[in-house]
Nanobody, 116 residues
Framework: QVQLVESGGGLVQAGGSLRLSCAAS????????WDWYRQAAGNQRELVAR???????EYAGSVKGRFTISRDNAENTVALQMNSLKPEDTAVYYC??????????WGQGTQVIVSS
């Protein structure tokens, strides 16, 4: 049974930093990509960052240069380092793992609040 557990969210002032972590268990398939999504109140869930099995990364334009996604294959963890946070980064952040085949799996999310 695949389980993703996010941690590291919280309240931070604008300009501050947070590091989110996603710990995965039960991964028995080949992973195509690890993703971080976020969903602000009243908005659709959006992709924030992706790291593929090849190691290549993608970022939403709004976070490029401020956020960094990384992974530890041995520990089956994925992190999102968030710097220079802005109030518009306030959202629930979700970890997702994409298999090469079959449906993706989601964590339950961690709340990030950035105060101005």
């Amino acid at each position: 049974q695949v389980q993703l557990v996010e941690s590291g969210g919280g309240l931070v002032q604008a300009g501050g930093s947070l590091r989110l972590s996603c710990a995965a268990s039960g991964i028995t398939f080949r992973v195509n990509a690890w993703d971080w999504y976020r969903q602000a109140a009243g908005n659709q869930r959006e992709l924030v960052a992706r790291i593929r099995a090849t190691g290549s990364t993608e970022y939403a334009g709004s976070v490029k240069g401020r956020f960094t996604i990384s992974r530890d294959n041995a520990e089956n963890t994925v992190a999102l380092q968030m710097n220079s946070l802005k109030p518009e980064d306030t959202a629930v952040y979700y970890c997702q793992v994409e298999p090469y085949y079959g449906p993706a799996y989601w964590g339950q999310g961690t709340q990030v609040i950035v105060s101005s």
